[in-house]
């Protein structure tokens, strides 16, 4: 895997405004560029925790502030970024081959993602020496 943190890109998704309240509609390969296999969301996060912290070997991920703000720390081995999510229209994907963190949540927050792959225990990393070593791996 080669892609780079700066392969990780923010994405506006379609805002339907309303006076009785917005909806953002999300549909797979059409606002992504996967297919959604899988949702799932993290709240209740106490101050100063992180989430995350792992890459993926195949999964896409797409990470949404639905309510509130945090930081996803992204790490490719070689490079770091840090991009702030806080609207609910936006956010960010994330391809496979990237350590990815999630960090400084606001009070209430909630971080939704849409994921290209169902839950599989074999497509995660979470040691970062072993990101390290995958990357060394497939660089050559």
């Given at each position: ?27 797979g ?79 209430g ?16 990393i ?15």
């Open positions: 895997m080669t892609e780079t943190v700066y392969d990780c890109s923010i994405i506006e998704l379609p805002r339907i405004e309303n006076r009785a309240g917005n909806i953002t509609p999300v549909h390969t059409i606002n992504l560029p996967f297919d959604i296999k899988r949702v799932f969301y993290t709240y209740d996060i106490p101050g100063g925790e992180a989430r995350g912290a792992h890459a993926h070997k195949q999964c896409h991920q797409f990470l949404v502030a639905a309510s509130g703000s945090f930081e996803v720390v992204l790490d490719d081995g070689k490079n770091k970024r840090t991009i702030l999510l806080n609207r609910p229209f936006y956010g960010l994907h994330v391809p496979p081959g990237i350590w990815s963190s999630e960090q400084g949540f606001s009070s927050s909630v971080c939704l993602v849409l994921a290209s792959h169902a839950y599989d225990a074999e497509d995660y979470r040691e970062y020496d072993e990101f390290i070593r995958y990357k060394n791996y497939m660089i050559l």
